[in-house]
C-alpha cells in the first residue's frame, strides 16, 4: 500500500516579549473614549460644546425664567459644561505628560459625575422639550414666546446627553471589569 505518512516538524517558540514592551499590570489596551485618551478628550470637548450651546441659546430667550423646566436645563447645562471641561483639562494633562487616569478611585469619580450628568442633563431636556410641545402645539402660543430657540436648546441639550452617555458607559465598564 502507497499510503503517506504524516510529518512532524518542530516549530519554535516566539521569543518572549521585552518587559518593556509589555509592563507588568496592564490589562487591557487604551479604549478611545476612556479618560487620558484623544478619543476621551474628543468627546469632553463634544460634551462642553453642546452644553455652551444648550446655555447660550435658553439664556437668549428673555422669558425662559419663567419657566421652571427651562431653569433647570440652564442649570444642567451649567454643570454638565464645567464638568466636561474640567475633565477634559485632566484629559489634557494625562496625554501631555502620558499617565494614565484608569485607576479604581478616579475611574469611580469620573462614573459618578458622568452619571449625575447625564440624568440631570436627559432629564431636564425631556422637561424642557415637554414644556415646549404644550406651549407650540397644545396652547398654539408660539408666535407670543420662542419656541424655535427652546426647540434648539432641547435638542443641543438631547445631543449632550448622547454625547456624555458613552464616556459614562466606558468608565462604568472599566471600573466593573477591575
Same mark, same amino acid.
Request: charged residues 10%; neutral net charge; contains cysteine.
Given at each position: 500500500?502507497?499510503?503517506?505518512?504524516?510529518?512532524?516538524?518542530?516549530?519554535?517558540?516566539?521569543?518572549?516579549?521585552?518587559?518593556?514592551?509589555?509592563?507588568?499590570?496592564?490589562?487591557?489596551?487604551?479604549?478611545?473614549?476612556?479618560?487620558?485618551?484623544? /478619543?476621551?478628550? $474628543?468627546?469632553?470637548?463634544?460634551?462642553? *460644546?453642546? @452644553?455652551? #450651546?444648550?446655555?447660550? %441659546?435658553?439664556? !437668549?430667550?428673555?422669558?425662559?425664567?419663567?419657566?421652571?423646566?427651562?431653569?433647570?436645563?440652564?442649570?444642567?447645562?451649567?454643570?454638565?459644561?464645567?464638568?466636561?471641561?474640567?475633565?477634559?483639562?485632566?484629559?489634557?494633562?494625562?496625554?501631555?505628560?502620558?499617565?494614565?487616569?484608569?485607576?479604581?478611585?478616579?475611574?469611580?469619580?469620573?462614573?459618578?459625575?458622568? /452619571?449625575?450628568? $447625564?440624568?440631570?442633563?436627559?432629564?431636564? *431636556?425631556? @422637561?424642557? #422639550?415637554?414644556?415646549? %410641545?404644550?406651549? !407650540?402645539?397644545?396652547?398654539?402660543?408660539?408666535?407670543?414666546?420662542?419656541?424655535?430657540?427652546?426647540?434648539?436648546?432641547?435638542?443641543?441639550?438631547?445631543?449632550?446627553?448622547?454625547?456624555?452617555?458613552?464616556?459614562?458607559?466606558?468608565?462604568?465598564?472599566?471600573?466593573?471589569?477591575?
Amino acid at each position: 500500500m502507497f499510503a503517506s505518512r504524516p510529518a512532524v516538524h518542530p516549530v519554535e517558540a516566539p521569543p518572549l516579549a521585552d518587559a518593556a514592551e509589555n509592563p507588568l499590570g496592564v490589562r487591557m489596551k487604551d479604549v478611545q473614549g476612556m479618560p487620558g485618551t484623544p /478619543g476621551g478628550l $474628543a468627546l469632553r470637548l463634544v460634551q462642553f *460644546a453642546f @452644553a455652551v #450651546a444648550a446655555l447660550g %441659546v435658553m439664556t !437668549s430667550t428673555s422669558d425662559f425664567p419663567s419657566v421652571t423646566a427651562f431653569c433647570s436645563l440652564v442649570a444642567a447645562a451649567i454643570l454638565q459644561g464645567l464638568w466636561s471641561i474640567s475633565l477634559a483639562f485632566l484629559d489634557v494633562y494625562a496625554l501631555l505628560v502620558r499617565r494614565c487616569l484608569r485607576n479604581r478611585r478616579a475611574l469611580c469619580w469620573f462614573t459618578i459625575g458622568d /452619571g449625575i450628568t $447625564a440624568t440631570l442633563t436627559f432629564a431636564s *431636556a425631556c @422637561a424642557s #422639550a415637554g414644556i415646549t %410641545v404644550l406651549i !407650540s402645539n397644545d396652547l398654539n402660543l408660539c408666535s407670543e414666546n420662542h419656541c424655535t430657540s427652546f426647540e434648539t436648546a432641547a435638542a443641543m441639550a438631547f445631543i449632550g446627553w448622547f454625547s456624555v452617555s458613552p464616556s459614562f458607559l466606558l468608565n462604568l465598564w472599566s471600573l466593573a471589569c477591575r
